[in-house]
Nanobody
Framework: QVQFVESGGGLVQPGGSLRLSCAASGIVFRLHAMGWYRQAPGKQRELVAGITITSGGRTNYADSVKGRFTISRDNAKNTVYLQMNSLKPEDTAVYYC?????????WGQGTQVTVSS
C-alpha cells in the first residue's frame, strides 16, 4: 500500500523559510519521479515542483516559486523535500507530495503552510 506522510508545515512570517518532508512507503521509491503540489482555499491544486528518479535528477518548478523553492530527494531515506525560502503570503496552501504510477495518482494527507505576519 502506497503511503506518503508529509511534515514540516506551519506558520511563518513573510520572508521566512520552511522545509517540508515527505516520507514514502509501499513503493520502490528510487524508481519513481516525485512532485510537490499545493492547494490554496478556493483554488485548484497546482504543481509546485517535480524531480526525476535520481537524487541529483532533473527538477522543474512553477514560475511562481522559481529561485525561492528547491526540491530534493534522498533515495536512501525514501524521502522527498521541499525547501521554501523567501515565503510570501500567496504561498499559503496545503502542500502535498505525489507520484504517478501506472494510471493512478498517489497523494499524502498534506501539510498546511501559512505565511502571515
Amino acid at each position: 500500500q502506497v503511503q506518503f506522510v508529509e511534515s514540516g508545515g506551519g506558520l511563518v512570517q513573510p520572508g521566512g523559510s520552511l522545509r517540508l518532508s515527505c516520507a514514502a512507503s509501499g513503493i520502490v521509491f528510487r524508481l519513481h519521479a516525485m512532485g510537490w503540489y499545493r492547494q490554496a482555499p478556493g483554488k485548484q491544486r497546482e504543481l509546485v515542483a517535480g524531480i526525476t528518479i535520481t537524487s541529483g535528477g532533473r527538477t522543474n518548478y512553477a514560475d511562481s516559486v522559481k529561485g525561492r523553492f528547491t526540491i530534493s530527494r534522498d533515495n536512501a531515506k525514501n524521502t522527498v523535500y521541499l525547501q521554501m525560502n523567501s515565503l510570501k503570503p500567496e504561498d499559503t496552501a496545503v502542500y502535498y507530495c505525489n507520484t504517478y504510477i501506472a494510471t493512478s495518482d498517489y497523494w499524502g494527507q498534506g501539510t498546511q503552510v501559512t505565511v502571515s505576519s
